[in-house]
C-alpha cells in the first residue's frame, strides 16, 4: 500500500485542559500530512457523553448553537450552551456544572440546579443530556428541584439538596414536577452509584474530595437512595451507569424515568461511524489518558469495539491497566510527552505533540506495511 491509497479517519476525544476534540482532530491531521501528504484523511471530532458532546453531535445532525443563563455549579450565574437539532435538543451537563466553571471545587456544595433550568426550558423537546464533566455529587437532586421536586427535611421543610445534605432528605414529594420529559442521558462511563466503584469512591477525589469527605458523600448517597427507592419507588443503587456525573444519572432516571446510554455509541450512530470504518485502511483515535477506566465508555475502546480495522490510540499519558484496552480491539498505543516536563508544559505543547507523534505513528505504520 502507498501513502497515495491510504484511507485514515480520525475520532479523537478532547484532551481535557488543553484541546478540544476539534483542535485534537486539527493537531493530528497535520501530522499525518506531514507522512502522507495524499492520503484520505477523515476527521470526526467525538464525545463520549461529556465534554464536547454538544459539537459532536450538533455537526453530525446539522443542528443549531444557543445560550442560556442559569445557575451555575457553585450558585453563580453561568452562560450554558446547549444545541437544538430538529425537534430534540442536547445538553451537557458540565456546561451548567462543571468542573471548569467552579474557582473552589467542593462536591459537598456544588449543585446541579443549572441543568435543571435548561431541562425546565427545553421541556417540550426529546432531551440528550451528556453526563460528564460535573462537579457535582447531588444524585441530580438540584435539577429535580429546579423541574418542581420538592425535598423536605425531618421538620418539613423544604430545601435543595447539595452532596453535603442528601442526608437531611427526609421526603421527596414529586407531585408537582414538570412533565413528562422525553429524556435521554449519555454516560460516559458504567458506574454504578455507590460502593468502591461508584460516584463517591472513583470520582469525587477528581472534584477536590478528600477520603473523609468521599466517605460523607458515600453516606449520603446512601441515604438519599434509600428515600427515593421508598418514596418515588425507583431502586437506583444497581443501575449501570447511574454513577455518571455524581449520581446525576440516577437522578434523572428515577425522577423522569430517562434512558441511559452509553454515550459513544449514540454519537458513533449519529455520525455513522459504521460505514466510514468499513472503507478505512487505518483508525486513529485518543483521549488525554488512557487507563484501565477507558474501558467503561470512553472514546477509544468505544471506537474499537465498533471496527476491526487496526485502531492507533494516541493519548496525553498512558495510565495503570491501560494495557487491558489491548483486549478491547485496540491495536498501539502512543504517548505524546517526548520528554520529562512539567504539566502546565505538557499542557501547552499538546498540539505540536499530537502532531509530531502522529507523524511518527504513521510512518512507522507505512514501513511496516511494505
Known amino acids: 500500500m502507498t501513502a497515495r491509497d491510504l484511507n485514515i479517519v480520525l475520532v479523537p476525544d478532547s484532551f481535557k485542559g488543553s484541546l478540544n476534540s476539534v483542535q485534537v482532530a486539527e493537531a493530528l491531521s497535520k501530522g499525518l500530512r506531514r507522512a502522507a501528504p495524499d492520503a484520505e484523511i477523515c476527521a ?5 457523553g461529556g465534554e464536547g458532546t454538544v459539537d459532536a453531535l450538533i455537526a453530525a445532525a446539522n443542528g443549531s448553537h444557543h445560550t442560556l443563563e442559569v445557575t451555575g455549579p457553585e450558585h453563580k450565574p453561568v452562560t450554558a450552551a446547549y444545541g437544538l437539532i430538529e425537534d430534540g435538543a442536547v445538553v451537557e451537563m458540565a456546561a ?12 459537598e ?24 464533566g460535573s462537579a457535582t455529587n ?18 418539613g421543610t423544604s430545601f435543595i439538596p447539595t452532596g453535603a445534605t442528601l442526608g437531611r432528605i427526609a421526603r421527596i414529594d414529586t407531585s408537582a414536577m414538570l412533565g413528562p420529559i422525553d429524556i435521554t442521558v449519555m454516560t ?36 438519599a437512595a434509600d428515600i427515593i427507592a421508598r418514596d418515588v419507588g425507583v431502586d437506583v443503587t444497581e443501575l449501570v451507569g447511574g454513577g455518571a456525573a455524581g449520581g446525576f444519572a440516577a437522578g434523572m432516571h428515577a425522577f ?54 487496526p485502531v492507533i490510540a ?4 498512558i495510565g495503570d491497566g491501560a494495557q487491558a484496552c489491548y483486549d478491547h480491539g485496540i491495536t498501539a498505543i502512543y504517548g505524546i510527552t517526548p520528554r520529562p516536563q512539567d504539566l502546565a508544559s505538557a499542557l501547552a505543547n499538546t498540539a505540536q505533540n499530537l502532531a509530531d507523534t502522529a507523524e511518527n505513528v504513521l510512518r512507522t505504520w507505512l514501513a511496516a506495511a511494505g
Open 44 to 48: 470526526i471530532p467525538m464525545a463520549d
Open 188 to 223: 460516559d462511563i458504567d458506574n454504578p452509584l455507590l460502593g468502591d466503584a461508584g460516584a463517591a469512591a472513583v470520582f469525587a477525589p477528581q472534584k477536590g474530595a478528600d477520603t473523609p469527605m468521599v466517605h460523607r458523600l458515600e453516606a449520603g448517597a446512601a441515604h
Open 314 to 317: 494516541i493519548v496525553g499519558s
Open 138 to 155: 447531588d444524585l441530580g437532586c438540584g435539577a429535580a428541584a429546579a423541574c418542581g421536586v420538592t425535598f423536605l427535611d425531618d421538620a
Open 96 to 107: 451548567a456544572a462543571g468542573l471548569p466553571l467552579t474557582e473552589h471545587p467542593n462536591p
Open 109 to 132: 456544595t456544588t449543585t446541579t440546579y443549572g441543568v435543571g433550568e435548561l431541562i425546565a426550558a427545553l421541556a417540550d423537546r426529546r432531551l440528550t443530556i451528556g453526563a460528564g
Open 256 to 309: 423522569f424515568g430517562a434512558t441511559l446510554q452509553p454515550g459513544i455509541d449514540a454519537i458513533l450512530d449519529a455520525v455513522d461511524f459504521d460505514a466510514r470504518a468499513r472503507s478505512a485502511d487505518l483508525i486513529v483515535t485518543g483521549e488525554g489518558q488512557l487507563d484501565g477506566q477507558s474501558l467503561a465508555g470512553k472514546v477509544p475502546v468505544g471506537v474499537a469495539r465498533r471496527t476491526d480495522k
